[in-house]
């Protein structure tokens, strides 16, 4: 049975790798739609209840926290039991979490049922475990593979224009309830029944190539050692043995600062800069709009870094991301709105393509068994610049009156990034081919 099942997959010629990675996309887009449609259901919810915005708002800071504290457990989880088990299980416990908020009457209904269980739900289910897989998958398409699965999050931010109907047509408890089951329902049997971990489960090879010599093969079974060279490669990492590498450290502070600063300050305050411009509400949107579009475009981008190496499309990506910052300083009314949309092209391009190419350099540095663990703990950095980051812009906003000291920040965080990815060196690890 096993041999006509793998002949039959070779006679179709369909590497198996790209149903792991759609399945992955769909997991991503239905996951973090749940997250990103926050900024719909927030007023709604301030309205209703007469709370104040701060301490409504909390819920998600608690929930941006708590998933990057739990990143690291969730990769280590799937490492251990596979994504079959740990997926479907994040789905069941962030669907179940926002459904009934459905229900919630206080503030610390929110705060346990979308903070604590959203969170922890979506990290079983979010990217520390599913890049992890998908990277197993690919090597020498790695850079592609990273940039489609970074385009789940982009996708997921079409939900708020669909939750905002929902909420519009059924009220806000109704729609909690519509999002988290879909979000059980379609992720729970497309991932329990299509996931794999790796390639070696389906009798195959990353990318679908032929396995040529015994030398190719990890150390610790995990797959191939394409492209990677000497001591480095053979090495079997887990997490503790990363962290004692100075690569490890740069990377983790890399993530805090093109993550979690010049990513997450930019989507959580990018509009109301361009409406304190004097940007009519709408046009403020359509730049909004246009940066996500670009910005999902940027992923699909990361491919080139499979053929030109890491460092070559990372760091021209950054210094785009910095080059549409100081745009930003030239903007004082609407005078000129073809600036605003300049700034969000050359924004979400730069940022865009940045972020998969920074996740492959991860994967290229300590892929392994025990991979999801490493990533998952480079997406707490993430989390940390994320909780960090808005909430200190907005601080410095009230403080000056103006955005000027957050900007800095925008480019400081994308130059340091530079800095980090070129000590960090991946071109030494990873050959170009």
Request: charged residues 10%; positive net charge; glycine residues 12%.
């Amino acid at each position: 049975m096993t041999n006509n099942s793998e002949s039959l997959e070779k006679r179709d010629g369909i590497f198996y790798g790209w149903v792991i990675l759609s399945t992955a996309f769909i997991t991503l887009v239905l996951g973090y739609a749940i997250r990103n449609t926050f900024s719909v259901f927030y007023p709604t919810i301030v309205e209703e209840f007469g709370w104040a915005r701060g301490n409504t708002a909390l819920m998600f800071s608690i929930a941006v926290i708590l998933y990057g504290v739990v990143a690291p457990i969730a990769g280590s989880l799937v490492d251990r039991y596979g994504p079959r088990v740990v997926v479907p299980a994040g789905a069941i416990i962030v669907g179940a979490g926002v459904a009934l908020c459905s229900m919630a009457t206080a503030r610390w209904h929110f705060y346990l049922l979308y903070g604590v269980m959203g969170a922890i739900g979506l990290s079983l289910a979010g990217w520390a475990p599913l890049s992890a897989i998908v990277s197993n998958w690919f090597a020498r398409r790695r850079g592609l593979a990273f940039g489609i699965l970074s385009a789940g999050f982009g996708g997921s931010l079409v939900f708020a224009s669909v939750a905002q109907f929902l909420i519009s047509r059924f009220g806000w408890r109704t729609t909690y309830v519509i999002i988290g089951i879909t979000a059980i329902t379609v992720i729970v049997p497309l991932c329990g029944v299509l996931m794999r971990r790796s390639p070696q489960d389906k009798g195959l090879l990353p990318d679908g190539m032929p396995l040529l010599s015994d030398e190719l093969r990890h150390p610790d079974g995990s797959g191939i050692l394409t492209g990677s060279e000497g001591k480095w490669a053979s090495t079997t990492w887990n997490l503790t043995r990363a962290m004692k590498t100075y690569q490890f450290w740069l990377l983790f502070f890399m993530s805090f600062c093109l993550l979690g600063f010049a990513e997450t300050i930019a989507i959580a305050h990018q509009v109301f800069f361009f409406r304190d411009a004097g940007y009519r509400p709408m046009l403020a949107a359509n730049v909004y709009s246009v940066f996500g579009v670009v910005f999902v475009l940027g992923n699909m981008c990361s491919f080139l870094s499979d053929r030109f190496g890491r460092e070559r499309v990372f760091v021209p990506s950054c210094l785009l991301g910095a080059m549409a910052v100081c745009l930003l300083f030239l903007i004082k009314d609407p005078s000129h709105p073809w600036m605003g949309f300049l700034f969000a092209v050359f924004y979400g391009l730069g940022i865009g393509t940045a972020g998969p190419v920074f996740f492959t350099t991860v994967a290229d540095f300590f892929q392994g068994r025990h991979f999801g663990s490493i990533q998952g703990t480079v997406v707490l950095g993430f989390s940390l610049g994320g909780a960090i980051g808005p909430w200190l812009a907005g601080f410095l906003h009230d403080k000056t009156g103006t955005y000027f000291a957050t900007f800095l920040i925008l480019l400081g965080s994308l130059l340091l990034s530079v800095l980090l990815m070129e000590l960090a060196a991946p071109r030494r690890i990873r050959s170009v081919p």
